[in-house]
């Protein structure tokens, strides 16, 4: 038997996936109006992309916590986005957030762009590449000084590339 409790906490999740509409669970791709330099299928994506990276940038993934190992590099680069290879962070903004993913504390500047999603039932701020609209990762209120702001970012979205200084040694 379907108690009190259960039957209103159906009804108001019901009416949240009706409020929301269904693209709430899945997150948005950009903010509305928002438009991006690069345009692709999903066929081409699949193309250039591996799977894994697909499902990160094209369907909103996450990655397993400590599984990527861009999240232990250190080294002077930059960090670009896997699909469109637009620079997204440097590694002077990484730090060790302990979280299992790659975090910084700002992206470069006109790097990346910002829209809500409810995937997780309450909004949170998803991060994606300004270029191609990529999804990147989130960004949280408890990062390091200057900004406050962990930028929580999916390896698999990343290609961290050396500074050439880096490479000669």
């Known amino acids: ?15 949240a996936v009706f409020t929301m509409g269904a693209s709430a669970f899945y ?3 950009a903010s509305a109006g928002e438009t991006f330099e690069i345009v692709k299928t999903d066929a081409e994506w699949k193309k250039l ?19 990527s190992p861009l999240d232990k590099v ?8 896997a699909a469109c290879n637009l ?21 470069l500047d006109n ?3 910002q829209s809500t999603d409810y995937k997780l039932l309450y ?3 998803e991060i994606h590449c300004r270029r191609c609209g990529g999804h990147l990762g989130h960004v949280f209120n408890d990062g390091p000084a200057p900004t406050g702001l ?12 050396a500074d050439k200084s880096n490479s000669s040694k």
Not at 2 to 14: D, E, N, P, Q
Not at 100 to 105: A, D, E, N, R, Y
Not at 150 to 161: D, E, P, S, T, V
Request: hydrophobic content about 30%; proline content about 4%.
């Open 150 to 161: 962990r930028y929580c970012m999916n390896g698999g979205a990343l290609k961290f590339i």
């Open 27 to 29: 997150g948005h791709r």
């Open 123 to 125: 909004p949170r701020t």
């Open 49 to 67: 992309l591996t799977s894994e990276q697909y499902r990160i940038l094209r369907q909103h993934g996450t990655e397993r916590a400590h599984s």
């Open 74 to 81: 250190y080294e002077s680069g930059t960090y670009h986005c």
């Open 87 to 107: 620079a997204l962070y440097s590694s002077e903004t990484k730090f060790d957030s302990g979280t299992g993913w790659p975090s910084f504390w700002k992206p």
């Open 1 to 15: 038997m379907i108690t009190r409790r259960a039957f209103h906490g159906i009804g108001l999740g019901t009416a």
């Open 111 to 113: 790097a990346v762009g």
